[in-house]
């Protein structure tokens, strides 16, 4: 599980649909599709169920949403940090 894989899992969640998460992101609709596969396939459990109107989470997806959502928090919060820091190193 990685940052790529996170911030489009979030995406989805926000936008319920691949192709407007991609758009979001900057990211082909096809590399958004491969990051939540590979999340899934690291989690052993669908975090979606797809439609030909988009996404919905399952209960799996709506229970890590807000950790996830934490998570990048974090992260973001790391890098300020350490950007910070850089300058006055």
């Not at 899992?9 to 939540?36: C, N, T, W």
Request: positive net charge.
């Amino acid at each position: 599980m990685n940052e790529r894989e996170l911030l489009a899992f979030v995406a989805v969640a926000e936008h319920g649909r691949m192709d407007l998460a991609a758009k979001a992101l900057g990211y082909s609709q096809p590399a958004v599709s491969y990051q939540i596969k590979c999340l899934e396939m690291t989690l052993g459990t669908k975090l979606f169920v797809r439609t030909s109107s988009g996404v919905s989470l399952t209960r799996s997806g709506a229970l890590m949403l807000p950790s996830a959502q934490a998570v990048l928090t974090l992260m973001r919060g790391i890098k300020a940090t350490t950007g910070d820091l850089a300058l006055v190193a």
